[in-house]
C-alpha cells in the first residue's frame, strides 16, 4: 500500500486539491491551509464543547416544530389528489393487463408468455435481433429466478415515471437550449432535485399524493428528470452554428429552426439524455418500495429486514439486469435511427415485411398466454432460493474469515480518523468551525468561494441542525479521502495495464448499480452498526465512479509525454508521481468532487446502519409526524453541505486551471458505459 | 448491407423458440382456475372482495399480516394486497386515503391515532393478542458471566467494558430504528448512567449486533424488544431498571423508569370495519400470542421460507385457532 501516499497528504482536509506543485505567488497555499488548522487547534484546545449546539435524537427546536405544523397543512386537496388517481389508473390497468392477477381471474390479461413475445418482438422493432434476444433472455430470467411479477411492475413504474420525465422534461430542455436566463434557473432546481435526499421528500409527496404507484413515480419523476432536461437541453443548443447559418439565410422561424435543425440533428444526445433518465429512474426502485411503489425493490427491502442477504441479492441483480437491458436497447435503438437517419443500412420495404410476418408468432403467444395457465402464470421454479442460499454460503465463509481484520481496520479508522476529525469539526464551538470552515473554503477556493460558503453556512445555521451537520461533513470527509485512495491506486492501476482494467469495469458497474441496501447486510455483519459502516457503504458506492474518473485521466496523458520522462530514466514510480499524477490533476479534482457528492447521497442510508446524526433525523422525520419539520431541515442540510463542497472544489479546479468540473448533474446519473465497453 | 442470412436466421430462431414453449406447455387452464376461484367466492358466504393489508418492516409484522392474509384468500375467497410501508406516518397516510385497511400490530403512534380517530378514518379494533416488551437487554453469555449487570444501578461499574469507537469514552448503549418508540437517551440521563446512546438505525442492524455480541462473546446492552424472532436464535436477556409505573412515562425528557408493557393494536379503516367484508369479521376475530408470532417468523428467517409459505404452515398446523378467526 506504499501508493497510498500519492493521495493528498493531508490527512485532516481531504477533498482539497492535491498539493500545487506549479510556482504560486507569496505563501503557498499548504501553509495557508496548515496555519488555520493550526489556529483552529488551539482555539479549540480551550473551548471545546461549548456552544456545539447539540441536539439529541429526541429533541427538536421551535424552528423544526413550527416547520412540522406548516408540513402538516399540506395534503388533501384536489389537484394532487387528482394527479394521484390519474397516475393510479394508468398503472393499475396496465399491472393489470401484464403484471398481476384481475380476480378471479388467476393470472393478469396478458400471460408472461405473450408479455414476452411482445417485448423482444418491440426490441426487434427498435434495434436489432441481438437486443431482441437480450429482451427475451432477461424476461425469461425475471420468471426463472421468481420475480416475474415485481419485475413487470418495475419496469411499469420506470417506463411511466420516464414517459412523464420526456413530456414534462422536453420542454423545459428546449427553454433552457433558448434562453441562458431560463437555463441558469432550471439547472438550480435540478441541482436541488439531485441533491436532496429522496427520503426527504418522501415526506411531502407522502402527504400530497398519498403512497403507492403515485408517490413512486413522482419521487422517481423528480429524481429522473434532471439528466434528460440538462443532456437533451446541451444537445440542441451545441448543434454545429454552421448548420444553423446555413438554414437561417433561408430566412426560417426561430421554430422552424428548432424542430428542423436543432432537434433533428441533436437526436443522438437526446437520446443518451433519454438513457440516462432510465438509469436514473431505475436507481430509485428501492426508496419507492418504501411507501409501497411497486416493483423489485419490495423484495430488496423486505430481505433486509429479515436479514437475509441472498434474498435480497438476487432481485438486486435483477434491477441490474433491468438496467443493462434497457441502457443497450435504447443505445442500440439510437445507433439505428441515426443508421436510417442518414439513409443507409436497411431496406425499409423489407424490414416493415418482416416485422408484420413476426406479428403472426407474436399475436399466437399472446392469445396462449391467455388460456394456458404455464403460460399465463410463470410455473414455479426454485433457482430463485437457491441461487439466493448459494450467496448466503458464500457471505458467511467470506464474513467469518474478514471478521477480526474488519474489526482492526474499523477501530483504525475510527479512533485514526474519525474520531480526532470530529472532536476537532463538531466539539468546536459552532462559530470556530464555522469560521475554520469559511476560511478553509476561501484558501482552497479563492475569492469566487466566498460568497457560496457564506450563505450555505448561515444556512445551515439557521436550519437548527449544526452539530448533526459537522458530523456528517466529517464522515463524508473520511470516506472521500478513502475513496480517493481506492481512486488513485486502481486508477493508476488500471490506466497502465489493460488486462486491469478488463478484469475491473464490470465490477465498477456492479458496485455503482447494485442497491446499497443489497450489500448493506454482509458490511454490517463485518463492522456492527457504526460510523464506519456507513463509511464502508459510501465507499462502494462511490469509489467506482472516482477509479474509472482517474484512470480515464492518467490514460489520456500524452504518451510522448510519458516515454519522455522515460528517457531521463526515471522509476515506475517517478514516472507515476512525477509525469501522470500531475498532468491528471483536473481528472483527480473531478473524481475528489464526484466521489464527495456520491458520499454525501449516501448520508441517509447510512442514518440506517449506525451513522447517527442528519440521516437518521431524515428517517425519524418520515416516520413521525410531529418530527416532519426536523427531518426536512436535515435533508436541506445535507443538500447545503453539498452545494458548499461542490462549489469551493468548482473554483478551486478553475484556480488550478484543470478546467470546470462537469455539473454534478451530468455526472450523477450512473451510466452503464462500462457494460458496452467490457462487452 | 445488413447480411440478410443472418437477419433471416435470427427470425427462425425466434418463432422456432416460440412454437417450443408453446408445446411445452401443458398444465390446466385458465378459465378452470377462473371458474374454482368462482365457487369458492360462493362458498365462502358473503363477500369479501378487495382486501389491504399494510404491512410495517419487521419480521413479526410480516407473520402477522400473511397469516391473516392467507387465510382471507383461502377461507373467504378475498383479493388480497400487501402494502409495505413504513410505520406510523406512511401506514396512516395509507388508512386515510383507503388504500390500506388494516394495521395489525400498531405499537405506539399515539398521536397518529389520535388524528387518525378524530378525523373518523380509522380506529382501534382491539389488539392481536401480543404483548409489546420493550426493555434494555444483554447477551445471554453476558448475562451469565456477570449476573449483577442485571441491576440497573450496576451498570457504570461496567461502563468501560461498553465503551466503542462511537461512544466518547462513556458505555455505548445501542439505540435502534429511528420509528422506534424509545427514550433511553432520558433515561440515562436521568439515571446518571455513564453511557451514551448510539443509534443503530434499524432493525437489521440492531438484530446483527446482538447476534454478532454473542457469538464472539462481546460486551453489548441495547434496546430490544418482544415479540421478535431473533430470541428464539440468539438468546438475550432484559435488564432490570427501575419499574414502570403507571404516567412515570409521562414527560418524556424526565423519564426514569423501564418502558411500559404495551398491548400491540389493531387499527383499521372505520369504512372497512364497518363494512360488511368477511374480511372484517376476520380483522376483528384475530388474536394470538407472541408465541405464535415468533414461530412463524422464525419459519421465515430460520427456515428461510417465504411469507407465503411460512403462513400456510402455521394454519395447517393450528385449524383450531384459525377456525375461530372466521366470520360466524
Known sequence: ?679 | MLDLNKRWAGLAALASSGVLVLTACGGGSVGDETKANEEKIAEAGGTCGDFNIIVNPWVGFTADAYVVGAVAEEKLACNVTYLDLKEGGPSYQALKSGDGDVILEEWSHAEELKAAEDGGYAQDVGSPGNVGIIGWYVPQWLAEDHPDIMEWENLNDYADEFETSESDGKGQFLGSDPTFTQYDEAIVENLDLDYKVVFSGGETATVQAFKKAQENKEWLIGYFWEPQYIHAEVPMERVSLPPYEEGCDADKSAVACDYAETELKKVARTEFIESDSTAAALVQNFSWTNEDQNQVASYITSEGMSPEDAAARWIEENPDKVEAWLPQ
Open chain 1, 1 to 679: 500500500m506504499t501508493t497510498a501516499t500519492v493521495a493528498p497528504a493531508k490527512q485532516v482536509q481531504p477533498g482539497a486539491v492535491p498539493p500545487p506543485t506549479e510556482p504560486t505567488q507569496g505563501i503557498p497555499r499548504w501553509v495557508w491551509v496548515l496555519t488555520i488548522l493550526a489556529g483552529w487547534i488551539v482555539v479549540w484546545s480551550f473551548t471545546k464543547g461549548t456552544d456545539t449546539l447539540a441536539l439529541s435524537g429526541q429533541d427538536q427546536t421551535d424552528f423544526h416544530a413550527r416547520l412540522s405544523d406548516r408540513v402538516g397543512t399540506f395534503g388533501d386537496n384536489p389537484v394532487t389528489q387528482g394527479i394521484a388517481n390519474f397516475i393510479n389508473a394508468i398503472i393499475d390497468s396496465l399491472r393489470g393487463l401484464i403484471a398481476t392477477p384481475t380476480p378471479p381471474r388467476p393470472a393478469p390479461t396478458i400471460g408472461w408468455l405473450g408479455v414476452t413475445a411482445v417485448a423482444t418482438w418491440v426490441g426487434y422493432a427498435v434495434a436489432n435481433w441481438r437486443i431482441a434476444l437480450l429482451v427475451a433472455a432477461s424476461f425469461l430470467a425475471f420468471g426463472l429466478f421468481g420475480f416475474w411479477e415485481d419485475s413487470i411492475d418495475l419496469l411499469i413504474v420506470t417506463l411511466v415515471s420516464v414517459g412523464f420525465a420526456v413530456v414534462i422534461g422536453f420542454p423545459l430542455a428546449i427553454l433552457i437550449a433558448l434562453s441562458s436566463t431560463a437555463a441558469r434557473v432550471v439547472t438550480l432546481g435540478l441541482d436541488l432535485l439531485q441533491t436532496m435526499p429522496t427520503f426527504v421528500y418522501l415526506i411531502f409527496v407522502v402527504i400530497l399524493f398519498g403512497i403507492g404507484a403515485p408517490t413512486a413515480v413522482i419521487c422517481t419523476l423528480a429524481y429522473a428528470l434532471p439528466p434528460i432536461v440538462r443532456i437533451s437541453g446541451f444537445g440542441i443548443r451545441d448543434v454545429s452554428p454552421a448548420a444553423i447559418e446555413a438554414t437561417d439565410s433561408l430566412g426560417q422561424t426561430t421554430w422552424q429552426r428548432l424542430v428542423k435543425v436543432q432537434i433533428p440533428m441533436a437526436r443522438k444526445t437526446i437520446i443518451l439524455g433519454l438513457n440516462q433518465t432510465i438509469l436514473a429512474a431505475l436507481s430509485m426502485a428501492i426508496i419507492a418500495s418504501y411507501i409501497n411503489g411497486p416493483g423489485l425493490g419490495k423484495p430488496v427491502l423486505s430481505a433486509l429486514t429479515r436479514n437475509d442477504f441472498g434474498a435480497g441479492l438476487v432481485p438486486g441483480l435483477l434491477i441490474v439486469l433491468t438496467g443493462i437491458m434497457l441502457d443497450r436497447t435504447t443505445t442500440a435503438a439510437s445507433e439505428r435511427s441515426e443508421r436510417v437517419a442518414r439513409g443507409g443500412g436497411e431496406d425499409p420495404r423489407r424490414r416493415r415485411l418482416v416485422l408484420g410476418a413476426l406479428l403472426v408468432p407474436v399475436a399466437v403467444a399472446v392469445w396462449y398466454s391467455r388460456y394456458a395457465i404455464d403460460a399465463a402464470n410463470f410455473p414455479a421454479t426454485t433457482w430463485g432460493r437457491s441461487t439466493a442460499d448459494v450467496a448466503n454460503s458464500w457471505m458467511g465463509s467470506i464474513t467469518s474469515v474478514l471478521d477480526t481484520v474488519a474489526g482492526k481496520l474499523a477501530d483504525l479508522v475510527s479512533y485514526g480518523l474519525l474520531n480526532p476529525m470530529e472532536s476537532l469539526l463538531a466539539d468546536s464551538p459552532w462559530w470556530l468551525s464555522c469560521a475554520g470552515l469559511l476560511l478553509l473554503g476561501v484558501v482552497i477556493g479563492g475569492r469566487k468561494a466566498i460568497v457560496p460558503t457564506v450563505l450555505c453556512l448561515a444556512v445551515i445555521y439557521q436550519l437548527d441542525l449544526w452539530h448533526d451537520t459537522m458530523v456528517v461533513l466529517n464522515m463524508t470527509l473520511v470516506a472521500t479521502l478513502l475513496v480517493m485512495v481506492l481512486g488513485v491506486v486502481f486508477g493508476v492501476w488500471m490506466a497502465r495495464r489493460r488486462a486491469v482494467d478488463l478484469a475491473l469495469r464490470p465490477l465498477l458497474d456492479g458496485g455503482q448499480t447494485i442497491p446499497a441496501f443489497v450489500y448493506l447486510i454482509p458490511v454490517l455483519a463485518l463492522f456492527g452498526p457504526t460510523r464506519f459502516t456507513a463509511i464502508v457503504a459510501a465507499v462502494i458506492y462511490a469509489a467506482p465512479a472516482a477509479i474509472k474518473l482517474v484512470a480515464d485521466g492518467v490514460r489520456a496523458v500524452s504518451p510522448e509525454v510519458v516515454e519522455a520522462g522515460r528517457s531521463t530514466g526515471s522509476t515506475t514510480w517517478q514516472e507515476i508521481t512525477k509525469v501522470q499524477l500531475p498532468m491528471a490533476k483536473g481528472s483527480l479534482v473531478l473524481a475528489t468532487n464526484q466521489g464527495l457528492l456520491y458520499v454525501l447521497a449516501m448520508v441517509v442510508i447510512g442514518g440506517l446502519v449506525g451513522a447517527g446524526a442528519l440521516g437518521y433525523d431524515v428517517v425519524f422525520g418520515l416516520a413521525n409526524g410531529e418530527y416532519a419539520g426536523k427531518g426536512l431541515a436535515a435533508g436541506l442540510s445535507i443538500v447545503l453541505l453539498g452545494i458548499m463542497i461542490d462549489r469551493v472544489m468548482r473554483s478551486a479546479a478553475e484556480r488550478a486551471g484543470a478546467g470546470a468540473p462537469a455539473r454534478s448533474g451530468s455526472v450523477r446519473s450512473r451510466g452503464f458505459g462500462g457494460w458496452r465497453r467490457s462487452g
